[in-house]
Nanobody, 127 residues
Framework: QVPLVESGGGLVQPGDSLRLSCATSGRTLRQYAMGWFRQAPGKEREFVAAVSWTGSSTIYADSVKARFTISKDNAKNTVYLQMNSLKPEDTAVYYC????????????????????WGQGTQVTVSS
C-alpha cells in the first residue's frame, strides 16, 4: 500500500493561485508516475495532469493547460499541483494518484491505470 495524503485546498477567488501537495509517509514515491484528478459536484472524476516517475515528462488536460503545473520532488516523496488563474469551473475535490512504473516517460491519464489514490482535498473558487 502507498498511503497518499493531499493538502493545500481551500476557498479562493477567481484569478487566485493555490498549490496542492500530495505526500506519502513510510514509502517512497520515487518509482511512481503520479497524477491529479478532480471531481466536481454532479460530475464524473476527470483527469487533470500527470507526471512521469522521473518528473521529466508531464501531460495536462486541455482545460488546465498553461494554468496548472504538476511537479514531483522524489527527495521529499511529494507531488505538487500549482494552480494559477483559477476559475469557478475549477471547483472540485482534487485527488492524487500513484502508478508504479519503471517506464521513463510514462504519464498515465486513465484512472484505471493508477494503483493508489488519496482521499482528496476540496478546492472552491468563488467570488
Amino acid at each position: 500500500q502507498v498511503p497518499l495524503v493531499e493538502s493545500g485546498g481551500g476557498l479562493v477567488q477567481p484569478g487566485d493561485s493555490l498549490r496542492l501537495s500530495c505526500a506519502t509517509s513510510g514509502r517512497t514515491l520515487r518509482q511512481y508516475a503520479m497524477g491529479w484528478f478532480r471531481q466536481a459536484p454532479g460530475k464524473e472524476r476527470e483527469f487533470v495532469a500527470a507526471v512521469s516517475w522521473t518528473g521529466s515528462s508531464t501531460i495536462y488536460a486541455d482545460s488546465v493547460k498553461a494554468r496548472f503545473t504538476i511537479s514531483k520532488d522524489n527527495a521529499k516523496n511529494t507531488v505538487y499541483l500549482q494552480m494559477n488563474s483559477l476559475k469557478p469551473e475549477d471547483t472540485a475535490v482534487y485527488y492524487c494518484a500513484a502508478k508504479y512504473s519503471a517506464i521513463l516517460h510514462y504519464t498515465p491519464r486513465e484512472q484505471s491505470e493508477y494503483n493508489y489514490w488519496g482521499q482528496g482535498t476540496q478546492v472552491t473558487v468563488s467570488s
